[in-house]
């Protein structure tokens, strides 16, 4: 079993450290039963975001995270994936939803490792996405990596 989560931070500082990132997504993985992964996570600004959300996703603007499944998705084969994360999105979404910026980022942190995991979610309102069995499965595995660090409370990031 091997699993790799890299961790990159391209501008600005972020509450939470590398390492608690790294044991947030492995978390993740492990608890999906991946064996062979390999992760990057990289917190970028939202120009660089918002470039990314154009080039990919063909929308415009910020948004807090978006993924990349990079593998070939056969059964048995090592997962390979891109998170990127917002950090100053996740600043606002944190400011708007009253909560700690450093339980959104986390929340983001197991958001874009599911997705590279290959869940999705609607993308209708945020009702409809906070209602999907991904993000039931997010809010559950962020509450684990919590444990004993205090509370979470429900987000409708991603």
Excluded at 70 to 85: K, S, T
Aim: one cysteine or more.
């Amino acid at each position: 079993m091997s699993i790799a989560v890299d961790v990159a931070l391209q501008s600005g500082r972020i509450p939470l450290s590398r390492e608690r990132v790294v044991r947030i997504a492995s978390h993740v993985i492990r608890a999906e039963r991946v064996r062979d992964a390999c992760l990057s996570i990289t917190f970028v600004s939202n120009r660089s975001i918002a470039a990314l959300n154009r080039r990919h996703l063909g929308r415009s603007g910020a948004t807090d995270v978006i993924s990349f499944e990079l593998g070939n998705g056969a059964a048995g084969a090592p997962v390979v994936g891109d998170v990127y994360i917002a950090p100053d999105v996740a600043r606002a979404n944190a400011r708007e939803l009253g909560i700690p910026v450093a339980e959104e980022l986390a929340r983001l942190v197991v958001h874009g490792t599911l997705h590279a995991l290959g869940h999705s979610h609607p993308e209708g309102s945020r009702e409809e996405r906070s209602a999907s069995p991904m993000w039931k499965l997010q809010e559950r595995l962020l509450r684990a990596s919590f444990a004993g660090n205090g509370t979470t409370r429900r987000s409708t990031s991603g």
